[in-house]
């Protein structure tokens, strides 16, 4: 340890040799106790503070010798020593001013880090998506210059394109808000953002009365409905490829059947699909729960259908045999056409949750039958619904959609 204090001078720290691959030793100032010179392997000298912060040994790099000269490396030892005694601590103190220039970009890319394991791929997606398009001209803005006044102006802009977009993105900024204010502090420990700015729109009452859609199709219609789907494959829309409509006019009696989320239908592979058991299993699924489901004979014969029909791993493939089918809009759009009845996919989900609700089932069973969480019912959590339970309940649904389309 003697051999590694000295006086600094410009003659003794340009004659320190380098060191052995993977060491850095530290040279000690006599002038100023606290002072170090850090060597690495490479030739690389840096001036650094080492002192006990709260019994931890910590230290401080200054600068790189020699841009930073002998006397200016001991003025600022001497000032970085002042603060600590004053109980400042400089690498705090140094993360505290970086936080504060944090610019919404970062914090972005910080939230999607350190929560990117709780989010879904499509979710990560959405945000960003929504960020580029509404809130990129903020990318360079650091959090704390961002005012209520911005919120709402840009919330009002937004809105005049699309209202339920203008909640999205808000909602989005607030979550982004709330982060950062865990997430990032000052010299004394308490957060750099105080204040959500996106609070203002509640306070100001703006938030865009956006009418949920509750669109389903009524049991009237099924028949109608269902006869354009016959007719999809023969529609001259779809003369050139025909196997393609009749997997969309499977995925839509399918999805009108189980319920189920239009990506959990379109990503479903034969994996997915248990016919000696008469079931499936989802496990990607939007709230992140395993969702079983029985099959009635209908489905079951639709399936064996389509897997006679297919070399692809996907119940519902694409253009491509290793690819699945994606949105159908075109399809769709034929299908509102021949049938005269205006539906989305969604609403095939809700004309099932519909009939459900019409049999009189449980509410119990509606939710399993749907993958619906609800955390704040304990009750939920203490009853274990294995699929044959859901049997019944699928099966008279299915009944009631057959009886409707005679």
């Known amino acids: 340890m003697n051999d590694n204090r000295m006086n600094f001078t410009k003659k003794r720290l340009d004659s320190i040799p380098n060191p052995e691959s993977g060491k850095r030793p530290y040279y000690h100032d006599t002038e100023v106790k606290g002072l170090l010179l850090r060597v690495t392997d490479k030739g690389v000298k840096s001036f650094i503070v080492q002192r006990r912060i709260n019994g931890k040994v910590t230290r401080i790099t200054l600068g790189r010798y020699p841009d930073m000269t002998i006397q200016r490396a001991r003025?600022?030892?001497?000032?970085?020593?002042?603060?600590?005694?004053?109980?400042?601590?400089?690498?705090?103190?140094?993360?505290?001013?970086?936080?504060?220039?944090?610019?919404?970009?970062?914090?972005?890319?910080?939230?999607?880090?350190?929560?990117?394991?709780?989010?879904?791929?499509?979710?990560?997606?959405?945000?960003?998506?929504?960020?580029?398009?509404?809130?990129?001209?903020?990318?360079?803005?650091?959090?704390?210059?961002?005012?209520?006044?911005?919120?709402?102006?840009?919330?009002?802009?937004?809105?005049?394109?699309?209202?339920?977009?203008?909640?999205?993105?808000?909602?989005i900024l607030s979550a982004l808000y709330t982060y950062a204010g865990g997430e990032y502090e000052d010299v004394d420990g308490k957060p750099i953002v105080l204040d959500n700015p996106v609070n203002r729109?509640?306070?100001?009452?703006?938030?865009?009365?956006?009418?949920?859609?509750?669109?389903?199709?009524?049991?009237?219609?099924?028949?109608?409905?269902?006869?354009?789907?016959?007719?999809?494959?023969?529609?001259?829309?779809?003369?050139?490829?025909?196997?393609?409509?009749?997997?969309?006019?499977?995925?839509?009696?399918?999805?009108?059947?189980?319920?189920?989320?239009?990506?959990?239908?379109?990503?479903?592979?034969?994996?997915?699909?248990?016919?000696?058991?008469?079931?499936?299993?989802?496990?990607?699924?939007?709230?992140?729960?395993?969702?079983?489901?029985?099959?009635?004979?209908?489905?079951?014969?639709?399936?064996?259908?389509?897997?006679?029909?297919?070399?692809?791993?996907?119940?519902?493939?694409?253009?491509?045999?290793?690819?699945?089918?994606?949105?159908?809009?075109?399809?769709?759009?034929?299908?509102?056409?021949?049938?005269?009845?205006?539906?989305?996919l969604h609403d095939l989900r809700r004309t099932f949750a519909t009939i459900a609700d019409s049999l009189e089932m449980s509410q119990y069973a509606l939710k399993k039958l749907l993958n619906h969480s609800d955390d704040r019912d304990v009750t939920v959590g203490y009853i274990i619904s294995d699929i044959e339970r859901l049997r019944k309940p699928m099966q008279l649904i299915t009944n009631y959609f057959l009886e409707q389309i005679k």
């Open 201 to 344: 729109l509640s306070h100001v009452k703006a938030w865009n009365k956006v009418v949920r859609r509750q669109n389903v199709i009524k049991p009237h219609e099924l028949k109608n409905w269902y006869q354009a789907l016959q007719k999809l494959p023969e529609s001259r829309f779809n003369k050139k490829k025909p196997n393609q409509a009749d997997t969309v006019k499977d995925l839509l009696v399918f999805i009108l059947l189980t319920g189920l989320r239009r990506r959990e239908a379109t990503n479903l592979t034969w994996g997915n699909i248990d016919f000696q058991g008469e079931g499936l299993t989802i496990h990607n699924t939007k709230n992140r729960k395993s969702h079983s489901l029985p099959l009635t004979s209908f489905l079951l014969t639709l399936l064996k259908g389509r897997k006679a029909s297919t070399h692809s791993i996907y119940v519902f493939e694409g253009m491509s045999p290793n690819k699945p089918i994606n949105d159908p809009k075109k399809q769709v759009a034929k299908v509102r056409e021949i049938s005269g009845i205006h539906f989305t």
């Open 75 to 171: 003025s600022s030892a001497i000032k970085t020593l002042g603060d600590i005694s004053d109980g400042i601590n400089p690498n705090l103190k140094k993360r505290a001013n970086e936080n504060n220039k944090t610019t919404l970009s970062q914090v972005l890319d910080d939230y999607v880090r350190t929560r990117g394991t709780n989010l879904k791929e499509s979710t990560i997606k959405n945000y960003r998506s929504i960020f580029n398009n509404y809130l990129s001209e903020w990318g360079d803005r650091m959090m704390v210059d961002i005012t209520r006044n911005d919120v709402e102006q840009k919330h009002r802009a937004i809105t005049e394109k699309s209202p339920t977009r203008a909640d999205t993105t808000m909602r």
